[in-house]
């Protein structure tokens, strides 16, 4: 008789943490419900990246002075730079080429950060798809053309990203672009002055 009521009260704890299971789940669905779906439309609208976005790498030619740091910090050893001996003590390096594989490229920054020059610099170009794994191999010409951001491209709606919309904004449709986001931005975080 003892087994039997032991069975009856494990059934009957099992049905009771199923309930609470089954309800916890529930709730977080129909809180779901109140909710309005937000669907960007992909190639007419697209959403502005965040300002410390790593997108694709922008170089400058003119700055670059050939020193291979880009090359030592990479964890990857990445950057190929192409140069030849300088014609005398006070130019020792003469930059050929420079190219970067996109296919290979994990996005770290570090380039940039240790470039003395600041010939490196991140884009929000993103869209870097290819049919051509050779495509991907970005030589100085093409490290060099400045993209089009995605706010000053007349062809598409800017929107913002949910975590930037002001207090109480659900729908990045509604929201103009030039309007103040919710909470300090990260010029505002460094800078406390700008705060107030």
């Known amino acids: ?11 009957t704890r099992d049905t009771v943490d199923a309930a609470r299971n089954i309800a916890q789940g529930l709730a977080v669905t129909f809180d779901h419900f109140q909710r309005r779906p937000v669907t960007v ?3 007419y609208e697209k959403l502005i990246p965040s300002p410390r976005y790593r997108g694709r790498i922008h170089y400058e030619i003119d700055k670059c002075i050939a020193c291979e740091v880009c090359v030592k910090v990479c964890p990857i050893n990445l950057p190929i730079v192409d140069y030849e001996p300088g014609p005398s003590k006070k130019i020792a390096k003469v930059l050929r080429n420079y190219s970067i594989d996109f296919g290979v490229c994990i996005f770290c920054a570090n380039c940039v950060e240790y470039c003395p020059t600041q010939c ?9 798809t290819s049919f051509d794994r050779h495509n991907l191999n970005y030589d100085s010409v093409a490290l060099g053309r400045l993209p089009t951001t995605v706010s000053t491209d007349p062809s598409i709606r800017p929107l913002r990203e949910l975590a930037e919309l ?10 103009p672009v030039n309007q103040p986001a919710y909470g300090p931005q990260p010029k505002q975080v460094l800078n406390p002055t700008m705060l107030s």
């Not at 087994?3 to 009856?8: A, I, K, N, T």
Request: charged share 25%; proline share 9%; glycine share 10%.
């Open 166 to 175: 002001p207090k109480g904004e659900l729908d990045p449709h509604n929201v």
């Open 120 to 128: 490196l610099s991140m884009t929000e170009e993103y869209e870097l």
């Open 41 to 43: 439309q992909y190639p």
């Open 1 to 11: 008789m003892l087994g039997f009521l032991r069975q009856v009260g494990d059934y």
